[in-house]
């Protein structure tokens, strides 16, 4: 398909992507200027330092796998496995609301090949000690089905895919040996469509209805006596 | 007689409180005191921190700690059941809840269970509302509680939409106090908690929960009579 060239706004790269048919804003899309310059290119060779085989080209596939282990371990529950795909940050916004459920999920195939968007690396408290963060880019077809907890499904389908485009950050302890690479975060873009809604309806509790004031007939003591010597006149 | 009673309760131990005690309405529970007095009957198996390893006193009476609540009801909530099979008919949602250590008699507390036992939520919530008894409070309480859970926690679309499945009580702790009778008499007496149990479940009730209980309609009571009269037999006959 046709690729629009890239237009350099100050640091943000504006991409127009007619296959996957996104509209378009500041997007963290640099695909083959990164290798040539920038602060991901410095980022890259830092690691680089530490990691004398690193390569974009080969971490994305080891990224890749992290990713799919990561939801394999989620479907299982396994938080030991958890603990060592995902960063400590990240370990609550992933197992979040998922005790008492169930997951059906499926990873059919890569729509397009995962790419390294973006890369730092900063130290944290001392000089020496590094810490690398790269963002890839993926783009796959899978099937997710969450159950409550008796059977019924919440959200979701196991027979029908669905395209997931991400942006999923891996952070690594370069400077530890025994660093390994894990997921830290995902980002979601502005321009991202909104997901698909729950399948039940719920209450908006913080919507405040206020009260349509009518005019009661107050009916009084006087009133009701009167009505009643009326009736029997 | 005093001295049986000094020994069943322990009369040393108790303050000079007690003995200021009259014979009004007024009692004045052993619970003021800094422990309370438990026999060995009235004791929970496993109790507070310190878990009983066999039935003997291998410590101080004292030192087992006020009985824990009710602990095997809750965790009916945490079964997770598997997706529904193709074709089958879905599960119904429901949330098990209590209440625990209510001040009220098991055996009043008894009659506003079975009230509300196999209603719809709204309409056993409004019904408690009337009921002028201490424990409707608390069943209310309970209610409403156990239909926020079911909301909240348990994917349950309507709050309406539930009917009382389960609804019982059970013996909490008791505390003994004691009063003073005519001619150096004591009873005593016992102050009695309850705890309530709800299990709420999602869909229409059952038209009726007891099935044997229920009224029988014209054509059923006629078979029941001609059942009744074919019965019959005439005995010492060949």
């Known amino acids: 398909m046709k690729h629009i060239p890239l237009v350099d706004v100050e640091i943000h790269y504006v991409l127009i992507d007619l296959t996957t048919f996104i509209t378009l804003q500041g997007a963290k899309q640099r695909f083959q200027f ?65 005790k008492n459920r169930t997951l059906r999920w499926q990873f059919i195939r890569s729509i397009e090949p995962p790419t390294v968007v973006h890369a730092r690396t900063t130290d944290i408290i001392t000089k020496e000690n590094i810490f690398a963060q790269v963002t890839v880019r993926f783009h796959t077809k899978q099937t997710l089905a969450v159950y409550d907890r008796f059977g019924r499904l919440i959200q979701g389908s196991e027979v029908v895919a669905r395209d997931v485009l991400e942006y999923v950050v891996f952070e690594k302890h370069v400077a530890n040996t025994y660093g390994t690479w894990r997921i830290h975060d995902k980002i979601v873009p502005d321009w991202m469509p909104p997901r698909q809604p729950i399948r039940r309806t719920y209450r908006m509790d913080d919507v405040e209805v206020e009260p349509v004031e009518e005019e009661e007939a107050v009916v009084t003591k006087e009133d009701a006596k009167e009505t009643v010597a009326a009736a029997s006149s | 007689m005093a001295a049986s009673t000094r020994h069943i309760f322990g009369w040393k131990a108790l303050p000079s409180l007690l003995s200021q005690m ?92 079975s009230l509300v036992r196999g209603m ?119």
């Open chain 1, 34 to 98: 990164l290798e040539k310059k920038g602060k991901s290119m410095m980022a890259v060779r830092k690691i680089r330092q530490f990691d004398d085989d690193f390569d974009t080209k080969v971490f994305v596939n080891e990224a890749m796998q992290i990713y799919i282990d990561t939801h394999k371990a989620l479907v299982d529950f396994d938080e030991d496995k958890l603990h060592e795909l995902v960063t400590e940050r990240a370990y609550p916004l992933v197992i979040n609301e998922r």
């Open chain 2, 22 to 113: 009259s014979n009004s309405l007024v009692r004045i529970p052993v619970a003021t005191l800094s422990r309370p007095l438990f026999t060995n009957r009235t004791l929970a198996p496993v109790a507070g921190k310190l878990k009983l390893v066999s039935n003997l006193h291998t410590s101080a009476c004292c030192a087992v700690g006020i009985p824990q609540g009710p602990r095997k009801f809750l965790k009916n909530n945490d079964v997770v059941y598997p997706p529904t099979p193709f074709g089958e008919k879905e599960r119904h949602a429901f949330v098990c809840h209590a209440k625990e250590n209510i001040k009220y008699s098991p055996k009043k507390m008894w009659y506003i269970a």
């Open chain 2, 120 to 238: 719809k939520i709204d309409d056993a919530i409004n019904q408690l509302k009337f009921v002028h008894k201490k424990g409707a409070v608390a069943a209310r309480e309970t209610l409403e509680e156990a239909q926020a859970l079911a909301v909240k926690e348990h994917n349950v679309e309507y709050k309406s939409n539930l009917w009382i499945s389960e609804s019982f009580v059970t013996k909490g702790m008791v505390i003994k106090g004691m009063r003073r009778h005519a001619r150096r008499r004591f009873g005593t007496v016992r102050y009695r908690y309850c705890h309530y149990f709800v299990t709420l479940e999602e869909g229409e009730p059952p038209e009726h929960y007891y099935p044997h209980t229920r009224h029988l309609t014209g054509p059923e009571m006629l078979q029941q009579w001609m059942e009744d009269l074919r019965k019959r037999n005439i005995k010492f006959v060949i």
